[in-house]
């Protein structure tokens, strides 16, 4: 059984892109008990950071730097708990461009497709694997989506993250008629910062006009428990009669509920 790739992306910065590849990947391995990896492929390495506190690890010694470099990305995998691995990233990788230029001067398609390569042997080890990418059209997106089953757009509320969703859905339809890629947008996710905002309504009608079904019912509304997890890692502290704290609960309910929407969206387009 070959795992599913997934990339998470919109070509505006700041929507919540890493949060939701991190909790998806930990909702994924530790409520669906699936095997999930993900790939951190930003040289800012917030999702690392963010995993590396949620699985208490000390010291990161592994990059996909050295993955790329080295022609293999299995041996810089590193476990963040049960079912959830990482491979990490740092700003070394911030050198990507020039590092594939300089393995394939004259290869276009080898160094945007380097990244499906690698993950090719990672599908027979995880069921999931999540890709976090920069929000720039470059070659950190060319790679993830290239490599990727899926394309998970995160949708803030706001006008801006509707152009960048748009623009990141047109620029993946370009890659997957000039490259001959089999790449579906799997679920757009409304990011909303104030519930009833006029704004946030607005452009979350205007979402749902152009892109219908593709849009998620479950909203992620601002909370302030996922911020919490960006600086202390993703938990879910328990009472002490042994239930899992209110607000942990709720936090993880909702993205239990993206999830579920989104493996309901894949069902339906593995039947088409």
Not at 85 to 112: C, G, H, W, Y
Not at 219 to 235: A, F, P
Request: overall charge negative; hydrophobic content about 40%.
């Amino acid at each position: 059984m070959s795992g599913t790739v997934y990339v998470v992306g919109n070509f505006k910065g700041g929507v919540g892109k890493t949060k939701t590849v991190t909790m998806l990947a930990y909702e994924s391995a530790q409520y669906l008990k699936e095997r999930t990896l993900v790939i951190d492929m930003d040289p800012q390495g917030n999702a690392t950071r963010v995993l590396a506190k949620t699985g208490n690890l000390d010291a990161i010694d592994k990059s996909i730097t050295e993955g790329f470099q080295n022609g293999a990305l299995e041996t810089e995998v590193i476990t963040v708990m049960e079912n959830l691995d990482i491979i990490p990233a740092n700003t070394s990788f911030r050198n990507l461009p020039k590092m594939l230029f300089n393995m394939f001067p004259d290869d276009e398609v080898a160094q945007i497709t380097y990244l499906k390569k690698l993950v090719a042997p990672l599908k027979e080890k995880y069921d999931r694997i999540y890709i976090d990418v920069p929000p720039t059209i470059s070659d950190y997106s060319d790679n993830a989506m290239l490599a990727a089953d899926y394309c998970i757009i995160v949708l803030q509320t706001q006008e801006l993250s509707l152009d960048g969703a748009q623009t990141y859905i047109a620029y993946m339809q370009f890659l997957a008629e000039n490259y001959e890629a089999d790449l579906q947008v799997l679920g757009i996710i409304p990011m909303m910062l104030r519930q009833g905002g006029r704004v946030d309504t607005k452009v979350l009608d205007q979402a749902k006009e152009m892109y219908g079904g593709n849009v998620l019912n479950t909203i992620v509304n601002y909370q302030e428990r996922l911020k919490v997890y960006d600086v202390e890692g993703i938990h879910m502290h328990k009472n002490l009669n042994g239930t899992i704290e209110m607000w942990d609960a709720k936090a993880h309910q909702l993205f239990v509920e993206v999830l579920t929407e989104l493996n309901e969206h894949e069902d339906y387009l593995e039947k088409l």
